[in-house]
């Protein structure tokens, strides 16, 4: 019987410190290229970098002690919304400065503070004190601060943060009554609403799926970052809009290749995919197709179609509505990128926009149609014979199966358009 219960107690050790090492925690891991990362998770453990524990009221968290004047950036991992911390007491604050006789930070950049939770808060006492070089502090859903009855200097020596409303630093508020979003005249704050990014999945265009822009949207439609029937929209104000008259999206904004190499890279409905991409986006099956769109290009601008990460393809008739073709062969469902791209003129590395009229890219429609007959051989998205010419298309849009006696358009395999009369 002793040892039984021997055994039992083994086993219920075991079992404890099983569940301990599986218990997640609240910390933040500091790493040497200044960057401050805060999770709540069980990996503590395996992060590379020094990790800390977060600090209760009174005490200064120890990344503080270690780093004050090394911290960059400070990064909230979407983990960390599950956090409970009761102190933000220095978590960001600078080192002192003999020669300025003041508090000075790096911190110049904070990404994810809406997964902060601060509604156990109690003491928030020089949170960002001498973080003069932050201009913008954003606070989500989770940021309360009904329980901090401690927040001495907070701001102090942020002197160049701005709120979302435009409310500008003043020393003589460095406390929490003004660490809330800014609304303005009616009620100033430092900080700016943010909402978590909202990450968006379509599904894959059916054979025959066609989106046409005037029975989707009207003026009112908000179309910065917004899905409407599947098709994704990023296009800023500034940027474009919708051209109730024709019943189409207009795009001012010309996109670069390199821009667009990175754009790929976000989620939909990240805030840099809004922020760094105009156009739209639709998604499609794997396997043969052709995706069209009827467009019109005015002035320099011309179409640009892009299946996922391959070289963009482009339309650069002007000036008449048609509708462009695009032959595909893929080996997954892939995002197709529909926007404007420079033509003949200069635009250097800068998004380049224009008034309407002058140049721009109009969309009337997409859609899809599955082709299991396509005989193009393609390479990396691009049908490829040996002349280097991937299709020819008539001045319809019409894709043709060889030349026609008339004013041919022939897209080549490096992407390019070419108008070719044949006889």
């Not at 156990?120 to 954003?138: A, E, K, P, Q, R």
């Not at 401690?150 to 943060?161: A, G, Q, V």
């Not at 599904?203 to 899905?227: K, Q, Y």
């Not at 650069?316 to 791209?341: D, H, I, Q, W």
């Amino acid at each position: 019987m002793k040892q039984f219960y021997q055994l039992l107690t083994l086993v219920t050790l075991s079992l404890m410190t099983s569940a301990k090492a599986m218990a997640q925690e609240a910390y933040a891991v500091y790493t040497d290229d200044g960057t401050l990362t805060f999770y709540y998770d069980n990996q503590k453990s395996t992060r590379e970098g020094t990790a800390y524990e977060l600090n209760t009221s009174y005490v200064s968290p120890g990344w503080y002690t270690d780093h004050a004047a090394d911290i960059k950036k400070a990064v909230f991992t979407p983990s960390f919304a599950d956090a409970r911390p009761t102190s933000t007491l220095r978590w960001f604050m600078g080192a002192f400065d003999n020669n300025e006789y003041k508090y000075v930070s790096s911190l110049s950049e904070i990404e994810g503070i809406e997964y902060l939770n601060t509604s156990n808060v109690t003491d928030m006492g020089s949170m960002f004190n001498g973080c003069s070089g932050l201009t913008t502090i954003y606070c989500g859903d989770n940021w309360n601060t009904d329980k901090v009855t401690d927040s001495n200097n907070m701001f102090y020596n942020c002197t160049n943060l701005v709120g979302g409303k435009g409310t500008v630093y003043d020393d003589a508020h460095v406390d929490v009554s003004y660490a809330h979003d800014d609304e303005g005249e009616s009620n100033p704050g430092y900080l700016t609403y943010k909402d978590k990014d909202v990450v968006v999945i379509l599904d894959p265009f059916d054979n025959g799926e066609e989106h046409t822009i005037g029975d989707e949207i009207d003026e009112d439609t908000d179309l910065d970052g917004t899905v409407i029937d599947n098709v994704y929209y990023s296009i800023a104000p500034e940027d474009g809009g919708y051209d109730a008259d024709e019943k189409c999206v207009v795009l001012n904004r010309e996109m670069t290749e390199e821009e667009m190499d990175e754009v790929v890279t976000f989620l939909l409905g990240e805030d840099e995919m809004k922020q760094k991409f105009s156009g739209i986006v639709f998604e499609v099956p794997a396997g043969k197709g052709q995706v069209s769109v009827t467009m019109m290009a005015k002035g320099n601008s011309i179409l640009k179609v892009k299946f996922g990460s391959q070289k963009p393809l482009e339309f650069s008739l002007s000036n008449a509505k048609m509708t462009a073709r695009f032959p595909y062969e893929l080996t997954e469902t892939t995002y197709v990128y529909v926007f404007a791209g420079a033509g003949a003129h200069a635009v250097g590395a800068k998004p380049y926009r224009a008034p309407a009229a002058e140049n721009c890219l109009k969309i009337y429609s997409v859609s899809n149609t599955v082709d299991e007959t396509s005989v193009l051989t393609v390479v990396d998205g691009i049908s490829e014979p040996e002349n280097g010419e991937v299709i020819r298309y008539g001045l319809d849009g019409t894709p043709l199966s060889g030349k026609r006696r008339s004013v041919n358009l022939v897209r080549m395999k490096d992407g390019s358009m070419k108008k070719v009369i044949v006889k």
